[in-house]
């Protein structure tokens, strides 16, 4: 591996790297990232190298170990190129075939394809499968197609042309002023216009200057960061070394949480590739611009995501926030300006480079340009990662991509923005996607986490999680998170348990306006939203937890019972037979009866009781019907 000392070298290694790749050869294509790797994809991989040298198709066929393909329900997912036949939810035992039928005899396997749940049609090519087909994959599409491991792989999609533009006669003001007029938004979850947030930088005084990836991701459900480091870990290097050179930077750091073990260890091989090529260390591409990255692994505190209290565990201190009367991209890492951007708003800047800010304007809202990945999961029929333009409805995200809710079960909210976010109703999911849209909504874009929830769930008991969360990752710095989390989650607790009384939501409501009045960061000031945001929508919830001690979604254990209908009853024995608290009374020909004495509410009578009898009834907020008498209760089974 040579040194690239200028932009026309880069483009000989292109065009190098490109005549020795026969575009008609056959690929396999497997999902590599950790959630496909859970799912046994590095089995498949494996059986997928043997069988083709069994076959004596090594010549003919290459297997490439991608990133995340971004419809993790139904990983592990191999793709065929060219001819981008989709297989799904592979396991060792498919291999042999589809090596046989699909790579040799060019047969589709009907068994291994998408089939629409509406239509039963069977798809065979992944862009057709509706998962993909209303996305707008510009960031996370090469996720896909590439080998993270392999740089030759980044160059042939196109890899570092956007440096390569930059040094070819871009300043760095000229850098600045696209960024700027691109109106790219933090994707971290504050969306603040990343051109305005450099600018600061480069005008500060200071001579030496940082800038940083934020990838401590913590929000429960998400990882798009995660998946983007793992999948495509030079897309970000490349931003990063265009914000170096637009702010004055030498020095720039990935913050990236442990507990991304992939992540931490593909981008390390990525930033060794880019130094042996030239992409960073000195003199990048004989511009004279010298610039080197260092790779962080934070301890996985939630807080940590705070931009302060990075930068203060970067410095080897606790990560603690600190007050921001002057902004970090004034005084941040060790004092100086540093520019802190997430995972995803790096990504975006190469794509901005090479295309242009008139292009990526024309994508999305008027506030809110250019594509936003989520991470969809919850009550959802597909779920994964998911890429769409700003703009896009909830609706369409949740029904169009998402597949809707399963098991016929009604839509009930979807929370955006993570723990801090808030909780929309089904009356607002016209609502488009954007930063200011989901803010008026009561609710935020934050870092991309979308979760779905159905009928079945409280949301009385929604917002006590993430408080109890956000209570559990507050870093004790400040009293009003400290103690105010803690009041909110002692409150919220007490009203699911059916101990809730008359001003408790005033209460909530007065404490809530504390925390946001004067918690000393972000944390601490959004952490009250999922609490105002399920009150803005669904305050008869709390009103019926605390008036009538029932739950309406019959989710909050200590406000629901469980008997059986003896009217449905037919002695099955099922429930009998599964009850782990030895509280169902029955046996053969007898209608059984539930001591509510030593039933725990675990659910399994109501789980295990047939569908065709139902006989198994959960009630809240009235009293438990009297037991029929022992008497009534010998079942006779009727003649046919």
């Known amino acids: 591996m040579s040194q690239i000392n200028s932009p026309a070298d880069l483009e000989l290694l292109r065009k190098d790297i490109l005549s020795k790749r026969d575009p008609d050869k056959q690929c396999i294509t497997l999902c590599s990232g950790s959630a496909c790797n859970a799912s046994g994809s590095e089995e498949v991989g494996i059986g997928l190298e043997k069988e083709i040298r069994k076959q004596g198709l090594s010549d003919k066929v290459d297997i490439r170990k991608t990133g995340c393909h971004g419809f993790c329900e139904r990983g592990p997912i191999i793709v065929n190129h060219p001819d981008e036949t989709t297989y799904l939810q592979i396991v ?3 291999i042999q075939e589809i090596i046989s039928d699909t790579i040799k005899e060019k047969k589709v396997i009907d068994r291994l394809v998408y089939t629409d749940p509406e239509t039963d049609k069977k798809i065979i090519h992944e862009s057709e499968i509706p998962f993909y087909k209303y996305q707008e994959r510009l960031v996370f599409g090469s996720n896909g197609s590439i080998d993270p491991k392999s740089i030759d792989d980044y160059l042939a999609i196109g890899g570092y042309s956007a440096i390569a533009k930059v040094f070819s006669g871009m300043s760095p003001e000229e850098v600045l002023e696209e960024v700027k007029k691109s109106k790219l938004r933090g ?13 600061g930088s480069r005008n500060a005084p200071e001579k030496t200057k940082y800038v940083i990836v934020n990838a401590d991701e913590g929000d429960p459900g998400a990882y798009m960061d995660r998946a983007l480091l793992e999948g495509n870990p030079h897309s970000i290097i490349e931003g990063l070394v265009i914000g170096a050179y637009a702010i004055g930077a030498k020095e720039g750091y990935i913050y990236v949480r442990q507990e991304y073990p992939l992540a931490v260890e593909n981008v390390n091989i990525a930033i060794k590739q880019a130094e042996d090529y030239g992409f ?8 004279g611009f010298d610039f080197v990255i260092k790779v962080h692994q934070g301890a996985g505190a939630f807080v940590c995501g705070e931009s302060t209290a990075l930068m203060t565990a970067l410095e080897g201190r606790v990560g603690e926030p600190r007050p921001k ?4 991209n004034i005084k941040g890492l060790w004092n100086k300006p540093s520019v802190l951007n997430n995972v995803e708003t790096w990504a975006n ?37 998911v890429e769409v333009p700003m703009g896009m409805t909830l609706k369409d995200i949740i029904y169009k991509i998402g597949g809707g809710i399963p098991g016929g079960k009604k839509f009930k909210a979807v929370q955006t923005g993570g723990p801090s976010g808030g909780c929309i109703p089904e009356d607002q999911l016209d609502l ?23 009928e079945d769930n409280c949301m009385v008991d929604v917002a006590r999680y993430f408080i109890e969360f956000l209570c559990d990752e507050s870093c004790g710095k400040c009293v009003p998170c400290r103690e105010g989390t803690k009041q909110m989650l002692k409150i919220l607790i007490n009203i699911t348990e059916g101990k809730g009384k008359e001003g408790d939501i005033e209460l909530l409501e007065e404490l809530s306006e504390v925390l946001n009045d004067s918690a000393l960061c972000a944390l601490g000031q959004t952490a009250p939203n999922p609490f105002l945001s399920t009150l803005r929508y669904f305050r008869h919830e709390y009103e019926a937890h605390i008036r009538e001690k029932k739950c309406e979604a019959l989710s909050c254990k200590e406000l629901i019972s469980y008997y059986i209908d003896p009217g449905k009853c037919t002695a099955c024995t099922l429930c009998f037979k599964k009850c782990p608290s030895d509280a169902i009374i029955g046996e053969k020909k007898m209608i059984h009866v ?46 046919r």
Request: aromatic residues 8%.
């Open 92 to 94: 060792p035992d498919d």
């Open 187 to 199: 994707r971290g979850g504050g969306g603040f216009p990343a051109g305005q947030k450099w600018e």
């Open 280 to 287: 960073i260390g000195k003199n990048i591409l004989g511009s």
């Open 325 to 328: 009367y002057i902004r970090s």
């Open 349 to 385: 800047v190469p794509l901005i480079i090479n295309k242009g800010a008139d292009w990526y304007t024309q994508l999305g809202t008027e506030s809110s340009k250019g594509t936003k990945i989520f991470s969809l999961v919850g009550k959802i029929t597909n779920t994964g990662l």
């Open 432 to 454: 488009k996607v954007g930063f200011d849209e989901l803010a008026k909504a009561g609710s935020m874009m934050g870092s991309g986490g979308m979760i779905v929830m159905d």
């Open 594 to 639: 539930i001591d509510q004495e030593k039933c725990t509410k675990c659910d399994t009578c109501f789980e295990v009781c047939p569908t065709k009898f139902d006989a198994v009834i959960k009630i809240s907020g009235e009293v438990v019907p009297t037991p029929i008498s022992l008497e009534e209760r010998t079942f006779i089974k009727k003649s």
